[in-house]
């Protein structure tokens, strides 16, 4: 049975870029639906007891398994979404991932650039994504509704939620607002450093 994922710093924390009121709605119920909902969808299939990563890999891409990815996915991207941001984050990184983005992108506000622009203009529901490819070159990409990059090969870094749910409450139709400020203020750069090994 897959469990919701405790969150790593107290509801108000990200305040006020992301409100305890956001937190609640977007972990307590969004989140929450996925992981009852996946539960469900796997008891009793060849599914059941997998990692949610295998999970996930295993059904990408195949129509009649489009309930289960969505869940799956979802929760993956909501687990990784979490551990993305820190109170007191954001900024410009240092270290080997701040040299990973100045080789792959040429500078830091480029880099920032890119991420804003790329994850802003995701239509409707999605991702923006700081991702490396199998050559350790860093790249920015978008995906739509649940799709996650390792599907498309490539190793998820950080990640900003661009669904509706993530932001409305607090910046309204205002998406630049509420990712810039996340950029700025929350991005957990300790994280990605993790993540890029």
């Given at each position: 049975?897959?469990?919701?994922?405790?969150?790593p710093y107290a509801p108000d924390a990200l305040s006020p870029v992301i409100s305890a009121?956001?937190?609640?709605?977007?972990?307590?119920?969004h989140h929450k639906t996925y992981v009852d909902n996946l539960n469900n969808l796997v008891k009793g299939t060849d599914l059941e007891g997998q990692s949610l990563e295998a999970i996930v890999m295993a059904v990408a891409g195949k129509a009649d398994k489009a309930p289960v990815f969505n869940n799956a996915a979802?929760?993956?991207?909501?687990d990784f979404y979490w551990k993305s941001l820190?109170?007191?984050?954001?900024?410009?990184?240092?270290?080997?991932?701040a040299d990973a983005i100045n080789e792959s992108?040429?500078?830091?506000?480029?880099?920032?650039?890119?991420?804003?622009?790329?994850?802003v203009s995701q239509f409707g529901s999605g991702w923006?994504?700081?991702?490396?490819?199998?050559?350790?070159?860093?790249?920015?990409?978008?995906t739509g509704n649940a799709e996650v990059p390792m599907t498309q090969g490539l190793k998820p870094?950080?990640?900003?939620?661009?669904?509706?749910?993530?932001?409305?409450?607090?910046?309204?139709?205002?998406r630049a607002d509420y990712?810039?400020?996340?950029?700025?203020?929350?991005?957990?750069?300790?994280?990605?450093?993790a993540n890029l090994g």
């Open positions: 049975m897959f469990t919701l994922m405790a969150l009121n956001t937190i609640g709605f977007h972990h307590g119920k979802q929760i993956w991207n909501h820190k109170p007191g984050g954001g900024g410009a990184p240092t270290g080997k991932v992108f040429g500078s830091f506000d480029e880099f920032k650039k890119q991420l804003s622009a790329t994850t923006g994504w700081l991702a490396a490819d199998g050559a350790g070159k860093l790249k920015v990409v978008k870094l950080l990640t900003i939620d661009v669904w509706e749910h993530a932001y409305y409450l607090d910046h309204q139709n205002r990712v810039n400020a996340v950029i700025d203020k929350l991005l957990n750069w300790e994280f990605a450093a």
